[in-house]
């Protein structure tokens, strides 16, 4: 089983991903994936899309498709850009059911992602939002000050 462990900052569960292109190929992406940038995702379980700071989309980059109007926390609507991407997270997988052995790697989405553009700000990179959460399970614990994300089997 494939499991994301991460820990609980100030009490937001952050989360380190990466993002590419769509317009990448695949096989580079998964076959030289020490090379791509880690990134900071806080894990919002309100947000019903996963939204990036204009610092990833630059960076990465990635390219504006269109505008669609965002409801805010606070009820207002406000037009934000829309980008496709393809995002991963490094995980811990068993190697076998009888030892206690792990091994790290990249886990990639399976298909581009159409993301947000939000401002940039010092603690995270992203908003990760239901979008891709829904794809996995996870719990937290908060007296260890970590959380795991497992895939949905």
């Known amino acids: 089983m494939s499991v994301m462990h991460c820990t609980l900052e100030n009490n937001q569960a952050i989360i380190n991903?990466?993002?590419?292109?769509?317009?990448?190929s695949n096989e580079s992406m998964f076959s030289n994936y020490s090379n791509l940038t880690s990134y900071r995702g806080l894990i919002d379980t309100g947000a019903q899309r996963t939204c990036?700071?204009?610092r990833v989309i630059n960076e990465v980059?990635?390219?504006?498709?269109?505008?669609?109007?965002?409801?805010t926390?606070?009820?207002?609507?406000?037009s934000r850009s829309l980008y496709f991407t393809s995002?991963?997270?490094?995980?811990?997988?068993?190697?076998?059911?009888?030892?206690?052995?792990?091994?790290n790697t990249y886990f990639a989405l399976p298909n581009p992602l159409q993301v947000y553009g939000i401002n940039n700000?010092?603690?995270?990179?992203?908003?990760?939002?239901?979008d891709i959460l829904s794809m996995f399970n996870f719990s937290f614990n908060r007296q260890r000050q970590e959380f795991e994300i497992k895939l949905k089997v």
Do not use: C
């Open 17 to 24: 991903f990466s993002a590419t292109s769509p317009l990448s």
């Open 52 to 54: 990036f700071t204009h």
């Open 61 to 71: 980059p990635l390219i504006r498709h269109g505008h669609k109007p965002l409801k």
């Open 73 to 78: 926390i606070d009820d207002q609507w406000i």
């Open 87 to 103: 995002i991963g997270f490094w995980v811990s997988s068993e190697v076998s059911n009888y030892t206690n052995d792990t091994s």
């Open 121 to 130: 700000n010092e603690t995270f990179d992203a908003l990760i939002g239901m």
